[in-house]
C-alpha cells in the first residue's frame, strides 16, 4: 500500500514529535508550520501568533503496521483538543489542534473521530479538521529536540510525561 502522509498540530511540536516518533509503523516525525499565510516562516514570527501557522508535525506512517485509526486516539490523548489557543503554558494560536490531512480518507476518518467525541456527555473537542496546503519544515534544531535535549527542564517537566502517558496508554504501538 505504500505510505501515508498527515500533519498534526497539537501544541508545542517537540511534545509532539517525541510522541510519534516512539510508535511503530511511523516512518519520519518532522516538526513545521501550517495553515498560515506566510511563506517560509520562522519560528520567531510563528511565536509571534500573527502569521496563522501553527506549529505541527509532519507524520509519515505505514499504514500496513499502523493504521490512521490507531494514530489519531494518540493524537487526541497527546494534547488537550478541547483548548483554544493553549496547551498547558504554552498561549496562543500557534498551539491549536488540528488536523491537516492529505487524502479524503484522513478527512473522513478524522471529522468522523471528533463527531463522535462531541455527541457525547463530556468537553467538546476543538480540533479543525483542513486539507494540508503547505507544509514548511522547522529550523533544523527543533528536529529530535527532546531526543537530543533530555535533561532539559522543559524535557524532563513536560515531555517525558507526555511520552511516558502515551506509552503507557498504548503500549501496543509502541516500537
Known sequence: MGTETIVFGGGCFWCTEAVFSTLKGVLSVRPGYAGGKVVNPTYEQVCSGTTGHIEVIEVVFDPDVI????????????????????????????????????????????????????????????????????????????ANYFKTHPNVTYCQLIIAPKVEKVAKKFPHLQK
Open 67 to 142: 493504521a490512521l485509526e490507531e494514530l489519531l486516539p494518540v493524537f487526541f490523548a497527546s494534547h488537550d483538543p478541547t483548548s483554544i489557543d493553549r496547551q498547558g503554558d504554552d498561549i496562543g494560536p500557534q498551539y491549536n489542534s488540528a488536523i491537516f490531512y492529505t487524502t479524503d480518507r484522513q478527512r473522513e476518518k478524522a471529522q468522523h473521530y471528533i463527531d463522535v467525541v462531541n455527541k457525547g456527555q463530556g468537553p467538546r473537542f476543538v480540533t479543525t479538521v483542513r486539507p494540508l496546503e503547505v507544509f514548511y519544515p522547522a529550523e533544523d534544531y527543533h
